[in-house]
């Protein structure tokens, strides 16, 4: 089993040849050894034939064998079982080949639009490598190998346990009158050198180091302490807690999370665990497991990102969810994208179906938030509100979101 990017061998298709380069130099950045390349769907197919590839890049448009031919053949021919897909065309054609290589048995590590980026490029691949753990017999025995990485698991370790990674909470605000209804908690690191680290870069490096469960531990006893401060205060409002699929396999989550809860005197009703629609997909029994015990101790569950993944209603239906978290890909510019307004029209009308609360993440202007008033979503989160906050700030967002009601009526 492979465990670090180093060992990975990938296979890049793309007809620029800048392109082809910047994508070759990404993946060498992330310490990337084996890497392959072509200029068209036959040079790639006879590169896929010749060598094992765990993961083939491809762009969709190329002349003489096209993105979408060539993953259908990969499919065919069992020639790799793990895809991303990057093109320059619009997101929703880019993700509906990623549903038809899904469809052909495919893995999609991600769906980019152009250009690609470094952290997206990582998440995606560090994906390959927690699958093949998860799968693997026993999370616990799975080795731990140095990636290259932009810190070293020792200083990972350390800003856990020495509080250099803190918390910053967005608002969600109700659709109708814009009332403040909770806030979600977003990690940040606080490095004393490198200055602030992205959630994208250090989560599935701690979920690769073996540290995601000393990560949630710290940072959901931080999100309690700043729950119990608020109420103390007379604010009450829920508080959104992202999970890492592999938090969901700690068999000992459940309970460890009702007896926090009980210390900091916060009622389950008020916590919300988000978790993305693509961990779901594996449809692992232990998930679900813990998934439905957490909604019977009365915590409610997020299906976060959705849009960004594949899952069907049938699925989505398994899964003891409350809310589903409309993601920002099918929220942003939708005032300007009729298609996309489709799409989100019927994902409103999903959530409501299985009776579900829909939050539309991402809305960054004033046009988008009326398309989603219009859809009847339930609640917004977006940059157009506020950008995440950190705690002191965020005591004064209920007057904030006084003063955006203000504006509108
Ligand atoms: P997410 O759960 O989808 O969180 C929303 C992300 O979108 C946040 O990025 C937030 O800052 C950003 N965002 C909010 N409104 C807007 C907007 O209007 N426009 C744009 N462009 N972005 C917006 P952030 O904080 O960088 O977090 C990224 C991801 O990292 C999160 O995505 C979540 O999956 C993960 N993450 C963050 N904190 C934690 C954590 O404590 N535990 C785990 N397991 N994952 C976390
Ligand atoms: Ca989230
Ligand atoms: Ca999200």
Not at 188 to 207: C, V, Y
Not at 239 to 259: I, Q
Not at 319 to 333: C, G, I, Q, W
Not at 378 to 391: C, E, H, R, W
Request: hydrophobic share 45%.
């Amino acid at each position: 089993m492979k465990t670090s990017l180093a060992e990975l061998h990938v296979l890049i298709a793309d007809d620029s040849s800048a392109q082809r380069q910047y994508a070759q130099q990404l993946c060498t950045d992330l310490g990337l050894i084996t890497i392959h390349t072509a200029a068209n769907g036959i040079e790639a197919l006879k590169i896929l034939q010749e060598n094992t590839i765990d993961v083939a890049l491809v762009d969709l448009e190329m002349p003489i064998m096209d993105g979408v031919e060539l993953i259908h053949s990969i499919a065919h021919h069992k020639l790799s079982t793990n895809v991303i897909i990057v093109s320059a065309k619009d997101p929703i054609l880019i993700s509906s080949v990623g549903t038809m290589a899904e469809a052909d048995g495919l893995t999609v590590l991600g769906t980019f639009k152009k250009p690609l980026h470094l952290d997206m490029l990582q998440c995606s691949l560090l994906r390959f490598i927690v699958d093949l753990q998860t799968q693997g017999t026993k999370l616990a025995e799975a080795k731990l190998a140095a990636i290259p990485p932009l810190f070293t698991g020792l200083e990972l370790n350390h800003a856990i346990t020495h509080g250099e990674i803190i918390l910053a909470y967005q608002p969600k605000l109700t659709v109708q009158g814009l009332l403040l209804r909770g806030v979600e908690a977003l990690a940040r690191w606080q490095h004393p050198e490198k200055g602030l680290i992205s959630p994208t870069i250090f989560i599935p490096m701690a979920e690769r180091l073996g540290l995601i469960n000393a990560l949630t531990h710290t940072l959901m006893t931080m999100a309690m302490n700043e729950k119990k401060k608020w109420q103390l205060i007379g604010l009450r409002f829920n508080l959104a807690f992202n999970l890492s699929p592999l938090s969901l396999a700690d068999e000992g989550l459940v309970d460890w999370v009702v007896t926090l809860t009980k210390k900091y005197d916060v009622l389950p009703q008020e916590i919300t665990f988000e978790i993305t629609e693509n961990a779901l997909l594996n449809e692992l029994a232990c998930a679900i497991r813990t998934l439905a015990r957490l909604r019977l101790k009365g915590f409610n569950i997020a299906i976060d990102d959705y849009g960004t993944g594949f899952a069907n209603a049938q699925q989505l239906s398994r899964v003891p969810a409350t809310e589903l978290k409309l993601d920002r890909s099918l929220v942003h510019n939708v005032s300007t994208r009729p298609q996309q307004r489709t799409i989100l029209a019927s994902s409103i009308e999903l959530a409501k179906n299985l009776k579900m609360l829909s939050v539309a993440e991402g809305v960054e202007t004033l046009e988008d938030y009326k398309v989603i008033l219009e859809l009847g979503a339930d609640q917004v989160q977006g940059f157009y509100f506020s950008k995440p906050l950190y705690p002191d700030a965020c005591k004064r967002s209920t007057n904030y979101t006084l003063l955006i009601r203000t504006f509108f009526y």
